[in-house]
């Protein structure tokens, strides 16, 4: 079979060239990463659990009218997206306080923010992806007043749909992480919802027991991330059909 090309690989995805022009393969692999990739393992199952999260997620987006670059899933590991620029930053929404604005602020991880905070950190590994203001967003030309509105609105809907959809299963939005993805329609340019959705890049407690349910399981040394994983899709009710082979094998008298 001929090989796709490959365009580039990420730490927990990698993109192929899809079948037409204009779209990705987004293939989820099962490596995690923390700490600016200073933490690494192979989590098996992770790419399978992230890929029908991701889907759920931006498919439920799609469906209120927010849009994102979400097309198809393919299979188990792999889904179709349009293709779109994405704009170099992480957009983070945060309705508790937890990880770096505990840090930074001294505020206790857990407590409940007044509003929801919307932070940009500039992607950039290698300086460990600063946060930024719309200052520096506006001079260095990342992106334009306009498109900071879009961003706003469009982070502030997907709080809204994920907040909702996490408590309706016992689940807590505690923060998230998207990016923003240009779409060129002929000369006219649409911002979607693009790279993943998945308990990797948000934060997620169950209301009654506080237990965790992230990628800081992992981050953490909290116990099994796919059983954390596993857990958030049991509850959507979006577990794959083949679910991730348990740990060990059990003997069978
Ligand atoms: N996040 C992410 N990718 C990053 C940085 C953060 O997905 O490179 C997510 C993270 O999982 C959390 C939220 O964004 O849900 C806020 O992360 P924070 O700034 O607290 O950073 P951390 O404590 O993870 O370093």
């Not at 994102?68 to 957009?91: A, D």
């Not at 929801?116 to 460990?128: F, Q, R, S």
């Amino acid at each position: 079979m001929a090989r796709r090309k490959k365009i580039y690989e990420g730490k927990a995805k990698t993109l192929f060239e899809g079948p037409e022009p204009g779209t990705i393969v987004q293939y989820f692999k099962d490596d995690a990463t923390a700490f600016n990739a200073e933490k690494r393992d192979v989590i098996e199952g992770k790419g399978v659990l992230n890929n029908i999260l991701s889907e759920f997620f931006m498919q439920g987006l799609g469906q209120i009218g927010v849009p994102t670059h979400f097309l198809k899933r393919l299979n188990m590991r792999e889904q179709l997206v349009r293709s779109c620029e994405i704009i170099p930053l992480e957009v983070i929404v945060r309705n508790y306080a937890a990880g770096s604005i505990s840090k930074r602020l001294g505020i206790d991880e857990g407590t409940q923010l007044p509003r929801p905070i919307v932070e940009y950190c500039y992607k950039d590994d290698a300086l460990g992806d600063p946060l930024v203001t719309e200052e520096h967003i506006a001079a260095f030309g990342w992106a334009s007043q306009q498109d900071m509105d879009d961003i706003l609105s469009l982070a502030l809907r997907v709080n809204d749909f994920l907040s909702g959809v996490m408590l309706a299963v016992g689940i807590r939005l505690v923060d998230f992480k998207i990016e923003i993805g240009r779409v060129y329609d002929g000369d006219f340019q649409r911002l979607v919802v693009a790279d993943e959705i998945s308990p990797d890049s948000c934060r997620l407690w169950d209301i009654e027991t506080g237990r965790k349910l992230d990628k800081d399981v992992f981050r953490r040394d909290l116990g099994s991330l796919t059983d954390a994983y596993t857990e958030v899709a049991r509850r959507l009710g979006v577990m794959p059909n083949n679910p991730p082979a348990p740990g060990k094998p059990t003997l069978v008298n």
